[in-house]
């Protein structure tokens, strides 16, 4: 199912808010796994939904950033 409607604007080449969204979690199971690192990440609408994420994650993480 190709989503680029969705995720992309259509007056240009930048992402919608989801399609930030959408990406920053691809881009974190990839960085994930190349270190070695499982994390379930949770489901997330907006930006600011992975952005939240990322600073819980932090605080409950004993990984030093």
Known sequence: ???L???QSPKNV???ELGSA???KQVAFV???HLGIEI???LYNTAK???DAGDKFKKE???LF
């Open 1 to 3: 199912h190709d989503r």
């Open 5 to 7: 409607a969705e995720l």
């Open 14 to 16: 930048h992402f919608t």
């Open 22 to 24: 959408v990406i920053g």
């Open 31 to 33: 960085i994930a796994k």
């Open 40 to 42: 379930t990440l949770p």
């Open 49 to 51: 939904e992975a952005l």
């Open 61 to 63: 993480s004993s990984f």
